[in-house]
T-cell receptor, first 114, second 112 residues
Framework: AQSVTQLDSQVPVFEEAPVELRCNYS??????LFWYVQYPNQGLQLLLK??????LVESINGFEAEFNKSQTSFHLRKPSVHISDTAEYFC????????????FGAGTRLFVKA | KAGVTQTPRYLIKTRGQQVTLSCSPI?????VSWYQQTPGQGLQFLFE???????NKGNFPGRFSGRQFSNSRSEMNVSTLELGDSALYLC???????????FGQGTRLTVV
C-alpha cells in the first residue's frame, strides 16, 4: 500500500524568501505524484504532477518539484514566495496496485509573512 | 468548461439524522471520488466510483455510502449522523484513473 509523509505541518517564511515543502512517499511500485494547494474555504487545486519522464516538473506560478526515486521524495520548492502563496499544500500519490486510489499527506500550511 | 459542483455548500444536521451530498463532475469525467477532510485526520479517502460502479473504498463505517448515476453525477449518504462526522466533504472527478483529480469546493457539514 502507498503512503505519504509530509514532514512539516507548518512552514512560516518571509516574503521573497525561498521555500521547500518536503514530501516522502512509500511504495513498492511506480507511482504518480501530485502536489495540490488549498486556499481557505476552497477545494483542492492541482499545482503540479509527475507521471513519467522528466523528474523535474514545474507549475505556472513558479513552483517546482523533483521526483527522486532513490530517496522516494517529491519535495516542492519555490525560489521566491509571495503573500498570496499562503495556503495549505498537499502531496499525494497514486499507483496501479492501489487501484489508482489517491492517497494524500497530512498537509503543510505555508504562511508567508511580509 | 464548468468545474466540479458540489451541493449544498453548507449543511447543519442533528445527531441521528441522515444526509445526502451531491457532486456533479466535469463534463466527460467518469471517475468520481469522495474525501472527508477534518483538522485532526486530514484528507481521508471515502470511495471512488467509475461508470456507476464502486471501485475503491476507504476505511469508513457502513453508515457512509455512495452511488453514481449514468450521467456520472454522484451522491454520498451518511446515515445516523454523529458529531464526529462534522467535516468538509470533498468530491473530485477525473477522466480516468491515471489522470489528476479536479476538486469541487466541498460541502461543509456540521452535526450538532
Amino acid at each position: 500500500a502507498q503512503s505519504v509523509t509530509q514532514l512539516d505541518s507548518q512552514v512560516p517564511v518571509f516574503e521573497e524568501a525561498p521555500v521547500e515543502l518536503r514530501c516522502n512517499y512509500s511504495s513498492s511500485v511506480s507511482v504518480y505524484l501530485f502536489w495540490y494547494v488549498q486556499y481557505p474555504n476552497q477545494g483542492l487545486q492541482l499545482l503540479l504532477k509527475y507521471l513519467s519522464g522528466s523528474t523535474l516538473v514545474e507549475s505556472i506560478n513558479g513552483f517546482e518539484a523533483e521526483f527522486n526515486k532513490s530517496q522516494t521524495s517529491f519535495h516542492l520548492r519555490k525560489p521566491s514566495v509571495h503573500i498570496s502563496d499562503t495556503a495549505e499544500y498537499f502531496c499525494a500519490v497514486s499507483a496501479p496496485t492501489g487501484g489508482f486510489k489517491t492517497i494524500f499527506g497530512a498537509g503543510t500550511r505555508l504562511f508567508v509573512k511580509a | 468548461k464548468a468545474g466540479v459542483t458540489q451541493t449544498p455548500r453548507y449543511l447543519i444536521k442533528t445527531r441521528g439524522q441522515q444526509v445526502t451530498l451531491s457532486c456533479s463532475p466535469i463534463s466527460g469525467h467518469r471517475s468520481v471520488s469522495w474525501y472527508q477532510q477534518t483538522p485532526g485526520q486530514g484528507l481521508q479517502f471515502l470511495f471512488e466510483y467509475f461508470s456507476e460502479t464502486q471501485r475503491n473504498k476507504g476505511n469508513f463505517p457502513g453508515r457512509f455510502s455512495g452511488r453514481q448515476f449514468s450521467n456520472s453525477r454522484s451522491e454520498m449518504n451518511v446515515s445516523t449522523l454523529e458529531l464526529g462526522d462534522s467535516a468538509l466533504y470533498l468530491c473530485a472527478s477525473s477522466l480516468n484513473r491515471e489522470t489528476e483529480a479536479f476538486f469541487g469546493q466541498g460541502t461543509r457539514l456540521t452535526v450538532v
